[in-house]
């Protein structure tokens, strides 16, 4: 279990240091099928990475536009269109 989470976070590390390339793609899709192989909580960090409708992966500012408005952060996808908020302080 400790090596799964270990893994996941390498992965999700490496899909965010080059987000635009196809290597970056399957490195997330793997740290989340880990993820959900082991049943683990899913970090923050891997949440952002794929879109809540489409399940695709979409890292922010590559995939997603991102606005700050009325202290919520909205994100919206550029494959489908969906748009999800999430609280901000």
């Known amino acids: 279990m400790k090596a799964?989470?270990?893994?996941?976070?390498?992965?999700?590390?490496?899909?965010?240091?080059?987000?635009?390339?196809c290597l970056s793609q399957k490195q997330a899709d793997l740290a989340k099928r880990?993820?959900?192989?082991?049943?683990?909580?899913q970090s923050y960090d891997?949440?952002?990475?794929?879109?809540k409708k489409c399940k695709a992966y979409s890292p922010p500012l590559y995939s997603?536009?991102?606005?700050?408005?009325?202290?919520?952060?909205i994100?919206?996808?550029k494959n489908c269109g969906s748009v999800y908020r999430i609280p901000f302080k």
């Not at 880990?34 to 909580?41: D, G, H, N, T, Y």
């Open 4 to 21: 799964a989470a270990e893994s996941v976070k390498f992965l999700v590390n490496s899909a965010y240091r080059n987000p635009g390339s």
């Open 34 to 41: 880990i993820a959900l192989k082991f049943r683990m909580k």
């Open 46 to 51: 891997l949440k952002l990475l794929f879109c």
């Open 64 to 73: 997603k536009t991102i606005r700050v408005r009325r202290g919520r952060l």
């Open 75 to 77: 994100f919206r996808c």
